[in-house]
């Protein structure tokens, strides 16, 4: 018993050549979104660099520091602000006693949102470093200088 071969038209060719690129361009699409997709991190770490960037800045007052985050209190046009940065990326530029961190600071906040407002950020620090720690040479706080000194 003999088969006959599968014949196709050319219009059967072509509208499955069309369906196969269409699903090759879907793939592509979904490989590329998901490819590019911003991790929580990196998200932080632009923000930190824009508002270093075109930030403004102020006085603060650091009332807390924890393992990862420090809390910092300040005040704009008038309006007082409380907020907190996570300082997990950038533990290791910090002394190993962040208690002797609280107390005034300086921080850079985003003139279009005085609420976006950081404390610390890629070689940069508007923590006032202890006299002890800036004669260790410890950390970004006394190895760059860029905070201001007491």
């Known amino acids: ?19 196969m690129a269409a699903l090759l361009l879907v793939g592509l699409a979904i490989w590329i979104l998901l490819k590019r997709r911003i ?8 923000r930190r660099l824009a508002v270093l960037k075109t930030g403004r800045m102020g006085d ?3 009332t807390d520091v924890q393992e990862d ?7 704009i046009h ?17 002394p190993a006693n962040l208690a002797v961190l609280i107390g005034p600071a300086t921080l850079k906040y ?3 949102n ?8 890629e070689g940069w620090s508007g923590l006032r470093a202890p006299q002890d ?18």
């Open 78 to 94: 008038g309006v007082d602000y409380t907020a907190s940065q996570d300082i997990a990326t950038l533990r290791d530029l910090l």
């Open 110 to 112: 985003s003139s279009n």
């Open 1 to 19: 018993m003999r088969l006959a071969p599968l014949s196709y038209s050319t219009s059967n060719l072509n509208l499955l050549l069309l369906g």
């Open 39 to 46: 991790t929580p991190a990196e998200r932080e770490r632009r």
């Open 69 to 75: 985050a420090l809390y910092y209190t300040y005040s």
């Open 60 to 62: 603060a007052m650091l």
């Open 133 to 150: 720690t800036a004669a260790r040479g410890n950390g970004l706080l006394a190895a760059k200088g860029t905070g201001p000194q007491p």
């Open 114 to 121: 005085p609420a976006d407002s950081i404390l610390l950020g």
